[in-house]
């Protein structure tokens, strides 16, 4: 699977690549991530990639045609216009990264990591031309309700997390699997009630508690449960662990 990343700063994208899976996923060639100079494309000798806004406003506003001619670069095609719209072949993602676009989930990189590649501009100022996300852009995306100062963290939490759903990029392929919102739960035909009125089935959950050793720290003893060895005991706990877990830190789930 191949990443691009469009940017103004490529050098923020140094260290978050070289380590860990990223850098075990790249090294093994399970992904390929390319950093683009924006700047690239620019025609002026100051290089300049914004604008200010029609209207009138604070701030700068990303510039269309930079944007627009580093993603025919990166095609190697043109990306269209008002006469002649630009279809994708379906295997690629032209994703903005913005405070105004749907929020990223787990599904969302769980459908990413079904593409053959992802292309993520990163927005910066103000934000971008709206005619970068109507008309280049096949989706905008946002990480948070909160304001950062530029698209590159979000397109990096992108990226991470879409990669680890790669199959070979975990030493333990279910470990993707058994972690936080990385599936909904079991279907209501086999789902029990929680015990509220509440059936747990199709909501997505946080993942378990984890223990580890000493079973007892300043007093506090690891559940009985878990050093019992009774595997459908554990797996019983883990679960109803996970729904509490999920009610007290994120209800909206529920």
């Known amino acids: 699977m191949r990443f691009d990343l ?11 690549l070289d380590h860990g899976i990223l850098r075990r996923a790249r090294e093994t060639g399970i ?12 025609k002026d000798r100051h290089r300049t990639v914004d604008d200010r806004p029609f209207g009138g406003g604070e701030g700068m506003v990303l510039k269309p ?21 630009r279809n994708l072949d379906g295997k690629t993602a032209i994703v903005l990264t913005s405070a105004s676009g749907k929020l990223f989930r787990q599904e969302t990189a769980r459908r990413y990591a079904g593409l053959e590649r992802v292309i993520l501009i990163c927005g910066r100022y103000e934000g971008v031309d709206e005619r970068v996300a109507e008309h280049l852009a096949t989706e905008e995306v946002s990480i ?4 950062l100062s530029g698209g590159e963290l979000p397109a990096m ?9 790669l199959p070979g990029s975990l ?20 789902a029990p009630s929680t015990g509220n009125g509440i059936s747990d089935a199709s909501k997505a959950l946080l993942d378990f508690p984890h223990y580890t050793r000493p079973a007892e720290y300043r007093g506090w003893k690891v559940p009985e449960v878990l050093v019992g060895g009774n595997h459908a005991e ?3 706990w883990r679960r109803a662990a996970a729904l509490e877990k999920t009610r007290r830190n994120r209800p909206d789930l529920q």
């Open 65 to 85: 045609e930079p944007l627009f001619e580093a993603v025919e670069h990166l095609l190697g095609e043109h990306a269209g216009d008002a006469a002649h719209p």
């Open 144 to 147: 948070g309700d909160y304001v």
């Open 234 to 236: 554990v797996a019983s």
């Open 171 to 190: 030493g333990n392929e279910a470990s993707s699997q058994n972690e936080s919102f990385s599936s909904s739960v079991a279907s209501s035909e086999s």
């Open 157 to 165: 939490l992108v990226v991470d997390a879409v990669t680890r759903l």
């Open 31 to 42: 992904v390929e991530v390319n950093v683009q100079d924006l700047r690239v494309f620019t």
């Open 6 to 16: 469009i940017t103004i700063f490529p050098e923020f994208f140094a260290g978050p």
